[in-house]
T-cell receptor
Framework: GENVEQHPSTLSVQEGDSAVIKCTYS??????FPWYKQELGKRPQLIID?????GEKKDQRIAVTLNKTAKHFSLHITETQPEDSAVHFC???????????FGTGTQLKVEL | GAGVSQSPSNKVTEKGKDVELRCDPI?????LYWYRQSLGQGLEFLIY????????KSGLPSDRFSAERTGGSVSTLTIQRTQQEDSAVYLC????????????FGEGSWLTVV
């Protein structure tokens, strides 16, 4: 089955700096790679996703890059703000009816 | 409904008791997932339902855990003879179809076994 590793487990940045979180996956057939944000005591919510037919996707301050050859994908947050502070999870799946495999999460803290 | 609804939001039970956790997915969503999240930990897959297909039960940790989905909508996760290590947040999620459709999580059911 799929195995997803996520690094770092914790990340502290100063407000306005950039943050990068990386995930690697094992199943070369995986083709869908979303990122979720979970604020303390809240439900995880999708913030951005990418499919295997593209290498990068951007939505305002958030971007995701995918390297299928190396089997890794990354979340990039620019101009970080305090409200970015949360646990961020990556996920990889084949699509078409399979269980979802999540990374172990990154606790992002944006300091003033 | 507006989102995925779970009940109860909090449950404290004595070791050895059975508990039932309920999930109401978004109307029309065919895929339903159960995950477990221990304090400060990641998302552990439990079970996945897709339409009328046989569920993927490969994540259920023991035979004390079972889940069903009646009429392709509401799902119930049952834990028999609860143990302290079962204490966690149980998250349900649904999506319109199988991935890569976006999944939506419920608020979770926080289970504490004392």
């Amino acid at each position: 089955g799929e195995n997803v590793e996520q690094h770092p487990s914790t990340l502290s940045v100063q407000e306005g700096d950039s943050a990068v979180i990386k995930c690697t996956y094992s199943d070369s057939a995986s083709n869908y790679f979303p990122w979720y944000k979970q604020e303390l005591g809240k439900r995880p919510q999708l913030i951005i996703d990418i499919r295997s037919n593209v290498g990068e996707k951007k939505d305002q301050r958030i971007a995701v890059t995918l390297n299928k050859t190396a089997k890794h994908f990354s979340l990039h947050i620019t101009e970080t703000q305090p409200e970015d502070s949360a646990v961020h999870f990556c996920e990889a799946s084949r699509g078409g009816g399979n269980k979802l495999t999540f990374g172990t999460g990154t606790q992002l803290k944006v300091e003033l | 409904g507006a989102g995925v609804s779970q009940s109860p939001s909090n449950k404290v039970t004595e070791k050895g008791k059975d508990v039932e956790l309920r999930c109401d997915p978004i109307s029309g969503h065919t895929a339903l997932y159960w995950y477990r999240q221990s304090l400060g930990q990641g998302l552990e897959f439990l079970i996945y339902f897709q339409g009328n297909s046989a569920p993927d039960k490969s994540g259920l940790p023991s035979d004390r855990f079972s889940a069903e989905r009646t009429g392709g909508s509401v799902s119930t996760l049952t834990i028999q003879r609860t143990q302290q290590e079962d204490s966690a947040v149980y998250l349900c999620a649904s999506s319109l179809g199988p991935t890569p459709d976006t999944i939506y999580f419920g608020e979770g059911s926080w289970l504490t076994v004392v």
